[in-house]
């Protein structure tokens, strides 16, 4: 799986999460989960989970806690990727 | 039981919105207690207007009690201390369904199953039954568990 297609795939499991004031189009990488795209943390935990599940990854509480960007959510994703 | 006794005095509520009154079992995976809505609840009055019926919030709040604050507190006491002072808990999200009427002096038991514990969320599917043994209402509960240190 590519860089792009990560990326894709990343925005497809936040997209669901999404307040419905938000829209999937606003998501860049720069994108911070809980200021920018109003996701709270209860939210956040379940896109982690769903992470998980999509890319056969199982992340830390420490990488939960660095995670405050789509960006951060993608360098965990690669450095744990095969 | 002496995890039970230390639950139930960590437990964050006072009459009369404490709907804990006793817990017959608990694990790493799930728990379970009772409650006797008392006729003497102040809601009682109100709800509805002569014709007294526990409301379904209030249920909420006794599956949320017994299910996910009980269990929450059992698993974070497994390796932090947990004094009621320095727990943070805050209910994120609820699904229910009702299905029969809970009245005045009416005892329900909980029955809660833990779907995940990670990164502080604890999500549970509960379901409360009344004495006859009938599913009163169920639904999942999900809530942010924090420990503030050197509280």
Redo the contacts between chains.
């Keep these: 799986m590519t860089k792009e297609e990560r990326y894709t795939q990343l925005k497809a499991i936040i997209s669901p999460y999404l307040p419905e004031d938000v829209t999937v189009d606003t998501i860049t990488p720069e994108s911070n989960f809980i200021k920018d795209l109003n996701i709270n943390s209860a939210n956040l935990v379940d896109i982690v989970l769903d992470v998980e599940d999509a890319f056969d990854i199982t992340l830390e509480n420490e990488d939960m806690d660095s995670m405050q960007t789509v960006q951060d959510a993608l360098r965990i994703i690669e450095s744990k990727v095969a | 039981m002496k995890n039970i006794d230390d639950i139930l005095k960590k437990l964050p509520y006072s009459d009369p919105f404490l709907f804990v009154d006793t817990l017959t079992n608990v694990s790493d995976e799930g728990v379970e207690g009772s409650f006797v809505f008392k006729e003497s609840l102040p809601f009682y009055k109100g709800h509805f207007k002569e014709h007294p019926v526990t409301p379904g919030v209030i249920l909420t709040e006794c599956c949320a009690q017994i299910g996910l604050v009980c269990l929450g507190i059992y698993l974070l006491g497994r390796d932090k201390i947990v004094e009621t002072s320095n727990i943070q808990i805050a209910m994120?999200?609820m699904q229910m369904e009702f299905r029969k009427a809970v009245y005045p002096n009416e005892k329900v038991r909980v029955i809660s199953e833990k779907s995940?514990f990670?990164?502080?969320?604890l999500k549970c599917k509960v379901t409360m039954y009344n004495s006859q043994n009938e599913v009163v209402c169920k639904g999942t509960i999900?809530?942010?568990f924090n420990v503030k240190e050197n509280a």
């Design positions: 994120s999200s995940y990670r990164f502080s969320k999900s809530g942010m």
